[in-house]
């Protein structure tokens, strides 16, 4: 995240606990996320965001040989501590960084993978963020995304569909998340401008797990599309 939209504070305490077992993120995103990066076994991964450490810990566990964490919030990397604690440091470091700087402390083609879950609209320079991570990626190497779903965004927020201004989505007890709506067109023509090439697109919908959580917002991903996940590779 970046210093400004990181989830702080109490804000981060509330999303480190609802990612761990949440229908949408832990159910519904990470599943589709995790399956478009395919085999991690022996590659050095990049994790973007990477929050309260959710997605390091499972590559970890999958085989990864290292997993470089990046987060504007100092509260989810301590939460990513303590879910990564006892993970051997050759494997896992953890970098609190504002992702609207340049990647500076990583070389060039410095990584096999990179995962950027649910962050990518809270950015507002995204073109130059698109930027570095084509840098850091090794030619060949892979860059898997997801954001919220442009239409649910309209749907939830009403107005025109090709409205891209700032948005406030409510989140627990007096809490709320500030992102960028952002079209199809748009998503999608960044990336490509960025030297990306398109190679998967997922409208995930909720597992089975998910159900188990909370039936309610398991039907409502199997009637609309909540995230988008994509799966590109740098030529």
């Known amino acids: 995240m970046t210093a400004e939209t990181a989830y702080h504070g109490p804000l981060g305490e509330l999303f480190a606990a609802q990612a761990t077992d949440s ?9 589709a996320m995790l399956e478009l990066a395919g ?4 590659l050095r991964v990049l994790d973007l965001g990477c929050g309260a450490g959710h997605y390091a810990a499972e590559l970890v566990a999958r085989g990864a040989a290292a997993v470089t964490g990046v987060d504007g919030s100092a509260s989810l990397l301590d939460a ?4 990564l604690a ?3 440091a050759d494997r896992v ?4 960084h504002d992702l609207e700087r340049p990647l500076d402390f990583l070389p060039d083609a410095s990584v096999d993978l990179a995962v950027v879950a649910l962050v990518h609209h809270h950015l507002e320079r ?4 698109l930027a ?17 779903h442009p239409t649910a965004d309209w749907l939830y927020f009403g107005g025109s569909y090709f409205d891209e201004e700032r948005v406030r989505l409510p989140l627990g007890d007096g809490h709320a998340l500030d992102y960028r709506r952002l079209t199809m067109e748009t998503v999608l023509g960044e990336l490509l401008a960025a030297g990306f090439v398109l190679e998967q697109l997922r409208e995930p919908r909720g597992t089975d797990a998910a159900r188990v959580v909370d039936e309610r917002r398991w039907r409502k991903t199997h009637r609309q599309p909540m995230f988008l ?5 740098r030529p």
């Open 23 to 31: 229908a949408y993120n832990a159910h519904t995103d990470r599943p």
């Open 39 to 42: 085999d991690v076994t022996d």
């Open 80 to 83: 990513a501590r303590e879910r």
């Open 86 to 88: 006892g993970t051997p």
């Open 93 to 96: 470091g953890l970098h609190l």
């Open 126 to 129: 995204r073109a130059e963020f």
């Open 132 to 148: 570095e991570v084509h840098r850091v990626v090794r030619p060949g190497g892979a860059l898997v995304l997801s954001t919220t």
């Open 229 to 233: 996940a994509l799966r590109l590779r």
